[in-house]
């Protein structure tokens, strides 16, 4: 006989209480990783989505990786040329994932990115502001490169995409400076944070189409 295929949902509700110990490892990681080489430290998340994409892991935690490689693309986009304290807070959100002592071991059938994807699911809610301004730049960038003919890929640091960046940028400071210090209160209910996977192009591991 065969057996129809079934899918059910799980909340994960998780208190303060729970989240501190995963703030704590987070802290711990930054720590270790401070003076740390950047490329190390990007090719160690990088390496986190290359071995996933080789696993079956639960669409709950695929989306997750996919906000992973959202950061990574950040840092690595030319075009975008995030720096100073904005590159700062985005390479400590890395730290945790060029950490060899995960909470759970990757290797552990199914639960191994479940630690990685509560810890990407902070850093969304941390740089919440940073994803939606770089999403958007991306998806400005798509329209403006199909506009003209060109492969986005292939842009760079192009002038027509200036005024965006800079309009973007100064959006994302001012939401920051505004929030700075207000917390995000309460406990966290899983999966009901804020999307932010843009479809634009940008240089990562994952396909948004």
Same mark, same amino acid.
């Given at each position: 006989m065969k057996t129809a295929a079934m899918s059910f949902t799980i909340n994960i509700e998780l208190s303060e209480r729970d989240l501190d110990h995963f703030r704590a490892a987070q802290r711990a990681a930054v720590a270790s990783a401070e003076g740390g080489n950047e490329d190390d430290m990007m090719a160690a998340a990088v390496k986190l989505l290359v071995e996933s994409k080789d696993l079956q892991v639960p669409d709950f935690i695929a989306k997750r990786l996919l906000q992973l490689d959202d950061m990574i693309a950040m840092l690595k986009d030319e075009a975008w040329a995030l720096s100073g304290d904005d590159r700062k807070r985005?390479?400590?959100?890395?730290?945790?994932?060029?950490?060899?002592?995960?909470?759970?071991?990757?290797?552990?059938?199914?639960?191994?990115?479940?630690?990685?994807?509560?810890?990407?699911?902070?850093?969304?809610?941390?740089?919440?502001?940073?994803?939606?301004?770089?999403?958007?730049?991306?998806?400005?960038?798509?329209?403006?490169?199909?506009?003209?003919?060109?492969?986005?890929?292939?842009?760079?640091?192009?002038?027509?995409?200036?005024?965006?960046?800079?309009?973007?940028?100064?959006?994302?400071?001012?939401?920051?400076?505004?929030?700075?210090?207000?917390?995000? @209160? @309460?406990?966290? @209910?899983?999966g009901q944070s804020k999307s932010y996977l843009g479809s634009g192009w940008r240089p990562g591991y994952y396909s948004r189409r």
């Open positions: 985005v390479m400590a959100a890395l730290a945790y994932f060029a950490n060899p002592d995960d909470i759970i071991p990757d290797s552990v059938p199914v639960l191994g990115f479940l630690d990685d994807a509560i810890m990407i699911e902070l850093c969304v809610r941390e740089l919440k502001n940073e994803i939606e301004a770089y999403d958007d730049f991306c998806d400005f960038r798509q329209k403006e490169a199909e506009k003209r003919g060109l492969d986005p890929s292939t842009i760079g640091r192009a002038e027509f995409l200036e005024p965006r960046r800079e309009e973007l940028m100064n959006r994302m400071h001012d939401r920051r400076d505004r929030e700075m210090g207000t917390g995000y @209160g @309460g406990s966290s @209910g899983w």
